[in-house]
Nanobody, 118 residues
Framework: VQLQASGGGLVQTGGSLRLSCAASGSFYSVNDMAWYREDPGKERALVAFWRWTGATHYAESVKGRFTISNSKDTVYLQMNSLKPEDTSVYYC???????????????WGQGTQVTVSS
């Protein structure tokens, strides 16, 4: 199982970007998918979370600006009204069941750089 993240880039303050993270390989189901971001010298922090039930959760700093959504085995993060403080490396994470009788395992995608210029 692999998570492939894409969509990062350079954007001006107030601009938008859309990140994608696709799960591939052989597995039974995706329990949840999330986006984290990591700044130098800091711990990786949750940005947005999606569960198979449709429930979502956002960090306070991105509420009203970011939207997480899911289509099949891909999670998207629509980022609007971007600010310089959103500059970071973004990682996707997913808990995936490889078989019906096994507990979900944690998978991480590679990071994608988001840079917001002032």
């Amino acid at each position: 199982v692999q998570l492939q993240a894409s969509g990062g880039g350079l954007v001006q303050t107030g601009g938008s970007l859309r990140l994608s993270c696709a799960a591939s390989g052989s597995f039974y189901s995706v329990n949840d998918m999330a986006w984290y971001r990591e700044d130098p010298g800091k711990e990786r922090a949750l940005v947005a979370f999606w569960r198979w039930t449709g429930a979502t959760h956002y960090a306070e700093s991105v509420k009203g600006r970011f939207t997480i959504s899911n289509s099949k085995d891909t999670v998207y993060l629509q980022m609007n009204s971007l600010k310089p403080e959103d500059t970071s490396v973004y990682y996707c994470k997913s808990n995936i069941k490889n078989a019906i009788d096994f507990p979900p395992l944690v998978y991480w995608g590679q990071g994608t750089q988001v840079t917001v210029s002032s």
